[in-house]
């Protein structure tokens, strides 16, 4: 089983539209939770951390659910320069910094 | 953004030649990093350094040897490699380790063809 694990899509969805990525990993000891954003042929770039409480920045919405361990990501309102890969990323240690990525999900926002 | 600054942005080189990635980190941060990106597949973490100290070397094969002179700059050594190796080598940097402290904020990377 992979560590991170998330579907590679793509999803492809209108401008205006809700989308929702999830992400499982493995590791139950694992402590923080993030998800970043990679563009084309760029490098990636945090787009939030994940509390366990969940939290929201503007149109983006995460979970984190610790028994299933589970994340999700949800994106209201798609717009077109929200298309991009989206990194689920886990830090399996406790103390320490090791942080494992997901493949990513593909999500393409069309007019 | 100029806080994680690469070079070179694109390196060709033969299996035979040594060359060397820089990264310098303009953020004040504590912990730098290594990673591997290859086409189709996660990032892929190499090395980890905090405050100078390796802390972490994930199974890399020597023919890739990391320096770190201080906490601002990181390099990475190459000789001796295989085609298999051509990616985009990312290079990122932490406040320090763990929880929110270790978000990283990664440089542009370098986009590695060996021949």
């Known amino acids: 089983r992979k560590e991170v694990e998330q579907d590679p899509g793509p999803f492809n969805v209108p401008e205006g539209a809700t989308v929702a990525f999830n992400c499982t990993y493995s590791?139950?000891?694992?402590?923080?939770f993030f998800w970043y954003r990679q563009d084309c042929r760029k490098e990636p770039k945090l787009l939030m951390s994940v509390y366990s409480s969940g939290n929201e920045d503007g149109r983006f919405t995460a979970q984190l659910n610790r028994a299933s361990q589970y994340i999700s990501l949800l994106i209201r309102d798609s717009k077109l320069s929200d298309s991009a890969t989206y990194l689920c990323v886990v830090n399996m240690r406790r103390s320490g910094n090791k942080l494992v990525f997901g493949a990513g999900t593909i999500l393409r926002v069309k007019s | 953004e100029t806080g994680v600054t690469q070079t070179p942005r694109h390196l060709v080189m033969g299996m035979t030649n040594k060359k060397s990635l820089k990264c310098e980190q303009h953020l004040g941060h504590n912990a730098m990093y290594w990673y591997k990106q290859s086409a189709k597949k996660p990032l892929e973490l190499m090395f980890v350094?905090?405050?100078?100290?390796?802390?972490e070397n994930n199974s890399v094969p020597s023919r890739f040897s990391p320096e770190c002179p201080n906490s601002s700059h990181l390099f990475l050594h190459l000789h001796t490699l295989q085609p298999e190796d051509s990616a985009l080598y990312l290079c990122a940097s932490s406040q320090g380790e763990g929880g929110s402290f270790g978000t990283q904020y990664f440089g542009p990377g370098t986009r590695l063809t060996v021949l």
């Open positions: 350094y905090n405050f100078k100290e390796q802390t």
């Open positions: 590791n139950s000891a694992s402590q923080s």
